[in-house]
């Protein structure tokens, strides 16, 4: 008759010590997606203002009608007083005037005439639509150089209120105007906005006097 044979089995301390492996690979797993996921999402917020900027400027270039508003120019607002969210607006009022100090024109009726002052005037009824940052996201600063100085909301010593920059043809590059008013004697030519993830990282979107948009800048100034 033949022995039994004697089989060795798992002992319960090495059971605990595989459980244990395995248990802290999976929280190192969970937690790198987790800060996967973070940097994912904040990045796609960064080119989704990106392409709301690129939206203004095809509008703009095309001459998108706008109520009863023809050559209207559009653009993105940005607040101090609102980080979470921006606003796309048609830059409708006022009316073309040969004192227009960013569309200057000698015939207010002509057909090359375009309306706007390159600001937002939300009593003007130019808002478009809200966009409304999300995940806790917020748009941490935003600058433009007047004058070529770089002045922010935060950076710089602060200073800026309010950032709009608009787009009208015929050229893609972009009227920047801060706190409420354009200056065709020492106009902005660059803007930039960072957007930050409350578990950390920025990124920044940038906009250049040739009117190109980077959603991959590497800093504000």
């Not at 960064?46 to 109520?67: C, E, F, I, M, N």
Request: hydrophobic share 35%; proline share 6%; with cysteine.
């Amino acid at each position: 008759m033949e022995p039994p044979r004697f089989r060795r089995g798992f002992t319960l301390v090495e059971l605990m010590m595989v459980l244990g492996i395995i248990s802290i690979i999976s929280i190192v797993v969970i937690i790198n997606q987790n800060s996967f996921n973070k940097t994912i999402i904040l990045a796609n917020t960064a080119y989704d203002v990106a392409l709301s900027l690129r939206s203004a400027q095809t509008y703009g270039l095309t001459s998108r009608v706008a109520g009863t508003s023809v050559n209207t120019g559009y653009g993105l607002n940005f607040q101090k007083a609102r980080q979470n969210s921006f606003t796309f607006f048609a830059d409708t009022y006022p009316a073309p005037s040969t004192l227009s100090v960013c569309h200057f024109t000698n015939d207010p009726s002509g057909p090359d005439a375009r309306p706007g002052n390159c600001t937002y005037e939300s009593a003007q009824g130019e808002k478009v639509v809200d966009y409304a940052l999300g995940n806790g996201i917020t748009i941490s600063d935003f600058c433009a150089n007047p004058g070529g100085s770089w002045s922010c909301a935060y950076a710089n010593g602060g200073g800026l209120s309010s950032l709009d920059i608009v787009f009208a043809r015929p050229n893609p590059d972009p009227f920047i105007s801060v706190n409420g008013t354009y200056s065709d004697v020492s106009p902005a030519t660059g803007a930039c906005i960072a957007v930050t993830s409350p578990q950390g990282g920025a990124h920044f979107v940038s906009i250049a006097a040739s009117g190109q948009i980077s959603a991959n800048a590497t800093s504000c100034p």
